[in-house]
């Protein structure tokens, strides 16, 4: 079975600070691939990167940056110099055999000016 | 990537009542589908709807509550039947990119049952 932590539910910042959003996941496959998608307050699933499981290289994308370990079964999400339009719903997904994700319970990220 | 198109965007609904929701894609994909996202919580799966074949349900779902429609590679349609306020959620579309090893969703029905 797979299974996908996002142990923090509720994160506040004030504008311009760094945040890091946690997630750990369970599988026994040995190819999957990790997801991180934005779901801002209007609903819909705005997908952020995917990483397979044999590449564990860090990937930044301007203010967004991704670190895999493999090691410690992790795919944090940080966001640098955060912006209030960063505030959203984050998830952490898991895609193994059969193109299912299975979805980690979301990290709710507040941006205050 | 994909462009996933939902039918209602949102709908009020009175309990008893059925509700169909169409899920159109930009062009042809052999699976998708269907999630629904509970207030406040994460996504579930309800089912998966491979043209040319019975969707698949998950384990909680049941093709009498929710039947699928996957007439063609680029459409499909989830009925929320018989519904309670219990069935108040977003209901998401999805897609499987199988080139690129992603899954993109629709924009969300959000159902309101009163």
């Known amino acids: 079975a797979q299974k996908v932590t996002q142990a923090q539910t509720e994160i506040s910042v004030v504008e311009k600070e760094d945040v890091t959003l946690d997630c750990v996941y369970e599988?026994?496959?040995?190819?999957?691939?990790l997801f991180w998608y934005k779901q801002p307050p209007s609903g819909e699933l705005v997908f952020l990167i995917r990483?397979?499981?044999?590449?564990?290289q860090n990937e930044i994308s301007g203010r967004y940056s991704w670190n895999f370990q493999k090691s410690t079964s992790s795919f944090n999400f940080t966001i640098t110099a955060s912006q209030v339009v960063d505030s959203a719903v984050y998830f952490c997904a898991l895609m193994g055999a059969g193109n299912m994700l299975t979805f980690g319970g979301g990290t709710r990220l507040m941006v205050k000016p | 990537s994909a462009v996933i198109s939902q039918k209602p965007s949102r709908d009020i609904c009175q309990r008893g009542t059925s509700l169909t929701i169409q899920c159109q894609v930009d062009s042809q994909v052999t699976m998708m589908f269907w999630y629904r996202q509970q207030p406040g919580q994460s996504l579930t799966l309800i089912a998966t709807?491979?043209?040319?074949?019975?969707?698949?349900?998950e384990s909680g779902f049941v093709i009498d509550k929710f039947p699928i429609s996957r007439p063609n590679l680029t459409f499909s349609t989830l009925t929320v039947s018989n519904m309670s306020p219990e069935d108040s959620s977003i209901y998401l579309c999805s897609v499987a990119d199988t080139k690129r090893n992603t899954i993109y969703f629709g924009e969300g029905s959000w159902l309101t049952v009163v």
């Open positions: 599988t026994r496959d040995t190819t999957y691939y």
């Open positions: 990483r397979n499981s044999f590449d564990e």
């Open positions: 709807a491979n043209q040319g074949s019975e969707a698949t349900y």
